[in-house]
């Protein structure tokens, strides 16, 4: 049986102290050797073999270097490009994932949290809050450090990492405002979410500060497909005057463009559509939708930045950071027919 390498492997072949080996290996640590020496430690390392024992040096630190993430819906797009964020953070220090899909479901939220305590994790990225969360009050509670991202809660001393909602929205009825939309419809995310509930409250106040009706806005339950497809159905039961609709997050519109062809709507010539969150291949469709570029895997990251500054002692107030989206003009949108 070959015999496992050793850090002192590894020392012996740079001709260093293994004390040097073991901190040009370590993320928090490598900053104090110089670079070149790292650089040959790694180099040895590799050639050797050797893979360092985390177990061992965890428990010796009396730590994991482990993080916890929380994930509404995996299925959603817009959320693996935030995990590769976190993820590619996390790891440049050092620092492990623990994800879990919780389906926005309430339960096994809460079930997710009390399996990676178990895990003694040292921090929590939740995605997966409501404006009122249990969650994040159990956080709070057992002095857990945690960040939200994309969603925040009705509370302030939290730290999360968001998007400027107002500015988003806001950019899209000003590009629908320049084609002549006056009757504009809102099928909206889920009200017990931050994003589906400022969406839809920036929405109703652009209109009303225009002297727009603001009345044809129906949320949803989900961000899913179906759950748009559902809303449109809903929304052209009370009307079917508006030659416009703003939907909450680009799953919801892919769905309304799908209840749009069973009733023979044609996007962009009879209806304009526009999504949020500009999700892989909506410039491949046809038409290729309209909708609010999210800096995704930027929220990621600046959510693992400053989780990692919460689990290493930095003092620091709690912060909001909203994260500027962008407007993508594709060709779901179009001057507003007669």
């Known amino acids: 049986m070959k015999r496992k390498v050793t850090i002192r492997d590894v020392a012996n072949l740079v001709g260093v102290h293994h004390s040097t080996v073991s901190r040009a290996l370590s993320p928090e640590k490598r900053d104090k050797i110089s670079p070149a020496v790292v650089k040959k430690v790694e180099k040895a390392a590799k050639k050797l073999g050797y893979v360092p024992n ?8 009396n730590r994991t270097f482990t993080i916890g993430v929380l994930i509404p819906d995996l299925t959603n797009p817009l959320f693996p490009p935030i995990i590769r964020g976190i993820q590619d953070t996390a790891e440049a220090a050092g620092y492990t994932l623990i994800t879990s899909n919780t389906d926005d479901d309430a339960q096994k939220e809460t079930d997710a ?6 895990r003694s994790i040292e921090g929590v990225i939740i995605a997966t809050a409501r404006r009122e969360d249990p969650i994040v009050e159990q956080c709070i509670a057992n002095d857990i450090p945690f960040v939200l991202v994309n969603r925040t809660v009705d509370r302030d001393g939290v ?16 590009h629908l405002m320049s084609l002549k939309h006056k009757r ?3 099928v909206g995310g889920p009200q017990h979410t931050s994003t589906g509930f400022h969406r839809a409250k920036t929405f109703a106040d652009y209109l009303r500060t225009h002297n727009f009706p603001a009345d044809l806005i129906e949320p949803a339950q989900k961000f899913t497909v179906e759950e748009g497809r559902q809303a449109f159905g809903r929304i052209l039961a009370r009307d079917n005057s508006f030659s416009a609709i703003v939907a909450g997050n680009d799953l919801l519109a892919l769905g309304c463009m799908d209840a749009m062809r069973d009733v023979g709507l044609l996007v962009p010539d009879n209806v304009s559509i526009t999504g949020y969150d500009d999700i892989s291949f909506l410039a491949r469709m046809s038409p290729a939708l309209t909708t609010v570029q999210v800096p995704k895997y930027e929220m990621g990251s600046q959510a693992a930045k400053t989780l990692l500054d919460l689990i290493g002692g930095e003092s620091m107030a709690p912060v909001v950071l909203r994260m500027q989206p962008r407007l993508v003009v594709r060709n779901s949108t179009a001057v507003a027919s007669r």
């Open 159 to 174: 730290n999360a990492v968001i998007l400027d909602e107002d500015y988003g929205v806001r950019s899209v009825l000003d």
């Open 54 to 61: 985390i177990v061992a040096s965890s428990l010796k630190q």
């Open 113 to 118: 949290l009390r399996m990676m305590q178990g």
């Open 184 to 186: 504009i419809a809102h």
